[in-house]
Structure formats: C-alpha cells, structure tokens
C-alpha cells in the first residue's frame, strides 16, 4: 500500500502543477489582452502623429503669409505669391509615466527537472494635466516639402538669388527645394 499511495500522491502533484502552469498561462494572457485600470490614460508608444489636416492647412497658410508678406517688401522683388508644400504632420512627444512588473518563479520536481516561469507586465500611461489633456513635452512643426514663389522681380538674377536665399535660411529648408519663377504682369 505504500507504494500506492506515494504514485498516487506523485500523480495528484503532477496534476496541480499542469493545473497551476495552465492556470498561470491563461492569466498571463488574459493581462496582456485586458486593461488593468479604469483610469482615464491611455497606453501609447513614446510619440503620438496629430493627423489633423485643418492645422496642417493653417500651418502652411500661415507660413505663406509671413512670407508673401515679407518678400514683397524686398527690393526689386515686386508683387509676390507664395505656396508652402508640407511633407509630415506635426508630431508631438507626449509624458508617460511607465511601469515594468517582471516575475521569475522557478520549479522543481521530484524527478530533478526544473521549470522557469518567466512574466513581464509593462504599462505606460500618459501624464495628463488639468483637464484631461495630455502634457505634451516636445512639438515638432510639420516638415517642409518645398516652397513655389512667383514673383515680379524673379527675372532678375539677384533678386532671384536674394529670395532663394531668404527663404532656405527662414524656413531652414535647402535651396534645392525652393523654385523661384517671374511672375505675370
């Protein structure tokens, strides 16, 4: 009866560990795919993209009047029309408070053999101000694709140049992608 008992015992310890591994997989799982708070954050990678059109249109249409407005007041420039082409929206880098659980259980048997259990529980949360919005740490202003002016004065070389170079170095944007043309009388 001895023998018995202990493959018995042997059996029924082999079962709870098959139950506890089983059981500790479908928690892990079901942390991954479940939010664990029900607090207003939401988690995020390290950067969110504004995919707004309306504030890239106002960018844009901003940086056109500034600059038909200046380069008109240039010498020998005349009467000017600006367009400002953007490549990418405005990213913004929002604060996130983050937090990483790791847990290591180690399990042996009877037999000798050994089990490691590893888990890893990471969150971020973004920081949110009064109000509920995110606090935004950095912002980055839509990149420049390329700037198409018309102006009176463009016929003339200098002031051709003048102009490609007022704009590269206001708009930090390389020369190759400003065109300078004459516009119509």
Same mark, same amino acid.
């Given at each position: ?9 042997k059996e029924e310890k082999n079962k709870k560990f098959v139950i506890a591994l089983v059981l500790a997989v479908v928690l892990v799982i079901g942390l991954t795919f479940l939010p664990l708070n029900n607090k ?5 990678? +390290? ?9 890239? %249109? #106002?960018?844009?249409?901003?940086? %056109? ?52 259990? #590893?888990?890893?529980?990471? +969150? ?8 509920? +919005?995110?606090?935004?740490?950095? %912002? ?14 463009? #016929? ?7 102009? +490609? ?6 708009? #930090? ?7 300078? %043309?004459?516009?119509?009388?």
């Amino acid at each position: 009866m001895g023998d018995g008992f202990m493959k018995w015992t042997k059996e029924e310890k082999n079962k709870k560990f098959v139950i506890a591994l089983v059981l500790a997989v479908v928690l892990v799982i079901g942390l991954t795919f479940l939010p664990l708070n029900n607090k207003q954050s939401q988690p995020i990678t +390290t950067t969110i993209k504004q995919v707004a059109t309306s504030n890239e %249109e #106002d960018y844009s249409t901003a940086l %056109e009047k500034k600059l038909t407005n200046m380069l008109s007041k240039m010498e020998g420039a005349g009467a000017v029309s600006v367009m400002v082409t953007i490549e990418s929206n405005e990213e913004k880098i929002l604060a996130e408070d983050r937090s990483c659980n790791s847990q290591r259980s180690e399990e042996k048997d009877q037999a000798g053999g050994t089990r490691v259990t #590893d888990s890893m529980q990471q +969150t971020n949360d973004v920081v949110l101000q009064n109000g509920n +919005t995110p606090y935004v740490v950095k %912002e980055y202003a839509p990149q420049i694709r390329g700037v198409f002016i018309l102006a009176e004065g463009a #016929d003339n070389s200098a002031v051709k140049n003048q102009i +490609t170079e007022a704009v590269s170095k206001l708009l #930090d944007v390389p020369v190759h992608k400003i065109s300078v %043309e004459k516009k119509k009388n």
